[in-house]
Each structure stands twice: as C-alpha cells, then as structure tokens.
C-alpha cells in the first residue's frame, strides 16, 4: 500500500531517476513515479552511445569537444566533473550488468560522432540506451526499499511559495483519477524534457516539461530555457507521435547528408545546432520537407552488423540503408537548459533536487555535444544521491513516522489540483513554457516553435 511520507521521492525513471535511487542508501524509503511505464523514458531510446574519459591524455581533447559544442557557454566546473568522473560511472555500469561492445582482444570498440576529435564513445549496438536503463530497471526492481508507481503524475509541488520555503512532497495524480499528497524529506525531478510539446521530436509524447511549468509556479529558478537541441536527422514521416531517431552514429561511420539533387550540402560532422540549421536551410530552398540520408555507399554487412536496429526500423518503413537513400528531416530532442542547480543537483528550493535532462547545472552550454547526456545524467544523478544522504543525516537514523493512511481533506488546494481536466493541465503547462522560451529567445521560438503544435 502506498504510504503518505517517504524519504525520498524520484519523479522520473530515465536513467537519471533510476542511477538516483540505486545511488542512495538501502535503508531509505523511496518512492518513484512515472507518468507511463517505466520503460518508457528517452533514455531508453539513446541509440548512440555514452561518452568516456578514454585516458588521462584524452582530458583536454574531451574538454575542448564539450566546450566548443557549447558555443563555451558551458560551466567549466561541471564539464571538468562530468569528464573526470565519466570512467567510475562506467565501472559501475559493468557492475550492474551493463554490457559494451568490445573488440575480439576485450578491448572497448569505441565510436565517434559529431563534433567529437577523437572516438570516446561506448556503445551497445545502437541500442546503448536499452542497454543501460533496462539493467537499471532489474537493479531497482530488485530493492525492495523502492516502490514505484506507474502511470501516475505529479501535478504540483508542496510548499508554500516563499523562497525561505522547503519543498515538502508533491501532489500525484493516480491513473484512477485520484488526487493525494505525499510528502517526503527530499524531492528529486527526472521527468526529462519538453520533446511531447512538439509536432515533430524524437521523445515520447508524455515528456511535456511538467517539472519546468511546476517550477515556474514555485519561483524556482529556471535557466537556459531556450536552449533547446534539434537533432538533424529523424526518419521524416507523415505519421503522427514519436519520430524515430537516426543516430548521429552512422554520420560518424561516414553517412552522407544529401540534398533532392543527391548534392551534399554540408559537413556531416559539425555540432548538431550548425548541421540542423543547414539542413532547415537547404529545406527552405528548395522548398521540400526533408533531405536524404545515403549509407549505402558502405559496406552492407557492416550496415546491419554495426546499426541492427535503426537497419530494421528503416526497413519496416520501406527503406534499405545498405541500397538507397532514406528521407531525414529535423526534430527536436534535448533541453540543454531546465530547472537550475548546482553541481550536486541542489534546486533553488530547499529540499528539491533536479538531475538529467530535466537539470540545468550549465554542462552542455548552448549545445550538448553528441553522447553526452547519458553521462551528465548518471554522474549529476549519484552527486544529488550524496548530497541528498548528507543534508539528511540528522533524520535516517531517527524512526521514520510512515502512516498508511491519508487524510483525503489533505490534498493541496492548488490550481492544478483543482483543474481535473488533463487536457486543460497540459494547455496551462505548455503555455507556460512556450511563454518562457519566447521571453528568453523569440528568434528561436519564431524558428523552431512556433509552428510546433
């Protein structure tokens, strides 16, 4: 039965939200929701892979990649964490089960995409974000200090507004339209980010930005709200929901990007940000709604071998990477900006943490440089769990006072939870953040957002 109090309370279960949990102490309460199943995050999408610090040699290359994908508009202290830690997160990844590919010698058989100088980047297939969060998954399922809760949404904070404030729990709503509060010691946001506010993203489309919304109602600050990723290439379609992705991956192997002409248009290995813009451009030019993507000037079995997955998607749509060219077309995919934090993920409201992609703690920039995310998620992700044991050693080893029961008057009188419409909460929401996003960049909203619903 769900309780009304737990130490912890994880909204999210992305990579970021899992690593959190399993990052903290067996004998803490926790509770974790998610909007929808538990499998379905964008983390279980990444297709690419997961940066790596490859040697000592490698940090200043690393460094400079990260930050020149950033326009340097990056936090130099959280890039310089990111990095030196990326090789204990890795470990502990295998410790989990997490399975590389390695070349015939046990070696890893890193990869490269765009922007990176050198190949750093670990994968699985091109299914690393499977990989990964599935072993996750069976970790957290495994602890039976963690209860989770699916298809259940958090539709506001608990606190009362002040600055001087603490963030006291959150108010759910169950999928048996049930409206309660619980409360907790420490709140962690995971929700990801705002791809399910767009026509075309490659996220799922319950990933609406609740938590930026949420925030913005709670004077919590938000930062680089506008700093929003458009993936280059995502199998253009005239189907509506989740656009699938085309791992920047295969440009790294050496695919081309090819206008209706069949002429390339564009260095294929430039910062996802300047790749998107030349594609949107040449679109506008010859006014079409996609451009093509050719692999199969490379070796066939290579194709299949090296991207199993993105090969059968493609050919389930009609399309053989290893014979003809496949119509691509920009799609949102990641929020570099978010809820704002420190390096331990520690949120302007006290007792309120934000990790993943649902953080801003300055690491990509303006721009996140490819492989990235997965990293800066798990390494912010264990740092909160550290920070969150340390602000509460004063009350673990106190008798946690857990009652089963919940009184139903209890339930916060908010707007959100007066408005039962999941509709009007999603309009309210998105307008919220389209209303940000605008007020800190009107140039992209005009380019990219406008037009995005």
Request: aromatic fraction near 8%; proline fraction near 2%.
């Amino acid at each position: 039965m769900m309780q009304s109090k737990y130490q912890v309370i994880v909204v999210g279960t992305g990579a970021a939200g899992l690593y959190t949990a399993l990052s903290l102490p067996k004998d803490m309460q926790i509770l974790m929701i998610t909007k929808d199943a538990m499998e379905n995050s964008d983390s279980y999408l990444a297709q690419g892979g997961i940066s790596v610090l490859k040697d000592e040699e490698d940090y200043e290359s690393y460094f400079e990649d990260t930050m020149r994908a950033g326009h340097y508009e990056n936090n130099k202290e959280s890039v310089q964490v990111m990095i030196k830690s990326s090789r204990s997160i890795i470990n502990e990844l295998i410790g989990y089960g997490v399975e590389f590919d390695c070349n015939e010698d046990g070696s890893f058989a890193y990869t490269r995409e765009g922007a990176h100088s050198t190949y750093r980047i670990l994968r699985h297939d091109d299914m690393t974000g499977k990989e990964i969060t599935s072993k996750l998954i069976m970790q957290v399922k495994s602890r039976s200090n963690i209860e989770v809760m699916e298809y259940t949404t958090m539709i506001d904070l608990i606190s009362n507004g002040d600055t001087s404030s603490a963030c006291e729990g959150i108010v759910i709503e169950k999928s048996t339209g049930e409206i309660r509060n619980v409360y907790a010691d420490a709140v962690i946001l995971a929700t990801g980010g705002i791809g399910g506010l767009f026509k075309n993203s490659t996220n799922f489309t319950h990933i609406t930005g609740d938590s930026f919304a949420i925030a913005l109602r709670h004077n919590v600050e938000l930062q680089d709200i506008h700093y929003i990723q458009i993936h280059p290439t995502a199998l253009y379609t005239n189907k509506k929901g989740r656009k699938f992705l085309i791992s920047e991956s295969l440009r790294g192997e050496g695919a081309l990007l090819l206008n209706s002409k069949g002429e390339r248009f564009v260095n294929e290995l430039l910062p996802r940000d300047v790749v998107s813009a030349a594609i949107k451009e040449e679109m506008e030019k010859e006014g079409t709604d996609h451009i093509y993507l050719k692999l199969s000037h490379l070796p066939a079995d290579m194709i299949i071998k090296r991207f199993p997955n993105i090969y059968q998607k493609c050919l389930e749509e009609g399309y053989d990477l290893t014979k003809e060219p496949i119509p691509v077309a920009p799609a949102q995919h990641y929020l570099m900006g978010g809820v704002k934090v420190d390096i331990n993920g520690a949120t302007t409201l006290k007792n309120l943490y934000a990790v993943g992609e649902t953080a801003c703690n300055g690491v990509h920039g303006a721009n996140r440089l490819a492989s990235n995310s997965l990293l800066e998620s798990l390494v912010f992700a264990k740092r909160a769990a550290v920070k969150i044991v340390e602000e509460n050693k004063r009350v673990i080893d106190k008798q946690l006072q857990i009652s089963a029961e919940y009184d139903a008057d209890e339930v916060q009188e908010t707007l959100e939870s007066q408005v039962l419409d999941d509709h009007k909460r999603y309009e309210l929401f998105r307008q919220l953040i389209w209303k940000e996003i605008k007020r800190e960049d009107e140039t992209f909203y005009v380019r990219w957002c406008n037009n995005a619903y």
